[in-house]
């Protein structure tokens, strides 16, 4: 009985007003499987310390969230963000409270057993690739049978750029990598980035390190970069579809011609890619850094039909000359 109440709230919270919802698809937050509203949700005041309620206080709220604060990258998927919320709530509302034009919607799950008068809600998200780096700002709200929402919580959502190991994009002070070349495209193909050093050596994914010595793999050697992955791999596919050649130091000073090749179409008739390149600088506040493009991110595509198993180096892209 309860599933059919949860089912039925859910679909009167997408219609409301009598007018059918936007699907939400150009939303820079979307939730799988949620309901897409536009302008904002129903709800009370702000949590007076945007934090964690704790145990149920009785009255309608969200009580927890876990894994808000975990960073994530423009136009990732996969991720899910999950909590709790006190029994009398029905469904769950989210938002970036900077960017959107709207706020998503999902019904709430089963009875937490450590905690009782609460329960449980999990929200699969996936972001859109035009979500700035930086710190977002996450508003949850717990809405009742009668479409009533609760106080809002707010939490703090980083946002960092995939070719960026580090949290420098939320945090400043947090220095990023020397140097970065990297290589990225739009369909589950095995592309590789394919580098030729100043010193003509050629990285990729069987030579993954610019050190002459290929012993060296260490990343935090003078001048090394390494390669962080061979993304789909013979069609093993994992969907990352990028590969960063990544210089912790300042790398060797020269021209790094950039190539993409296209390893294995993997059933793909086109492949759509693009090549940037990003260098350490001091940011405007003392002690702070960040990332600056060396080269203007360039474009390109790749056939199926030009795909060559690693025979060929590929196509040649740009050539990158670091400071």
């Avoid at 699907?23 to 945007?50: H, N, S, T, W, Y």
């Avoid at 190991?165 to 290589?183: E, G, H, K, M, R």
Wanted: glycine share 10%; hydrophobic share 40%.
């Amino acid at each position: 009985m309860r599933a059919l109440i949860l089912i039925t709230v859910a679909l009167a919270l997408a219609a409301c007003d009598g007018e059918s919802s936007p699907i939400g698809l150009e939303e820079p937050l979307r939730v799988v499987g949620g309901a897409f509203k536009a302008g904002q949700p129903p709800a009370g005041p702000a949590a007076a310390d945007g934090g964690d309620a704790g145990a149920a206080s009785g009255k309608l709220e969200v009580t927890w969230v876990e894994a808000a604060r975990a960073p994530a990258h423009p136009g990732q998927s996969g991720k899910a963000i999950s909590g709790r919320v006190t029994d009398d709530a029905y469904s769950i509302a989210i938002r970036f409270v900077d960017l959107g034009s709207g706020y998503w919607v999902v019904p709430v799950g089963d009875p937490d057993l450590s905690f009782p008068g609460e329960l449980t809600w999990k929200l699969p998200i996936e972001l859109s690739p035009e979500v700035p780096p930086g710190n977002h700002t996450l508003e949850l709200v717990a809405i009742d049978a009668h479409g009533q929402g609760g106080p809002k919580h707010e939490r703090d959502f980083c946002v960092v750029p995939a070719f960026d190991p580090t949290l420098n994009a939320c945090d400043p002070t947090q220095p990023p990598p020397a140097a970065i070349v990297s290589l990225s495209w739009d369909v589950d193909s095995d592309l590789d980035l394919i580098v030729k050093t100043p010193s003509g050596k050629w990285v990729d994914s069987k030579h993954p390190s610019t050190a002459l010595d290929p012993k060296t793999l260490d990343l935090h050697a003078p001048g090394v970069g390494v390669l962080d992955g061979d993304s789909n791999s013979s069609c093993h596919i994992d969907s990352i579809r990028r590969e960063d050649l990544i210089f912790d130091t300042s790398p060797e000073h020269g021209p790094y011609q950039v190539y993409a090749n296209l390893f294995n179409a993997c059933g793909k008739q086109t492949t759509h890619f693009e090549v940037s390149a990003y260098a350490r600088a001091r940011g405007k506040a003392p002690g702070t850094f960040t990332l600056i493009p060396i080269v203007q991110p360039t474009q390109g595509e790749l056939l199926g039909a030009s795909a060559n198993g690693g025979a060929k180096t590929g196509l040649y892209v740009t050539t990158v000359v670091f400071p």
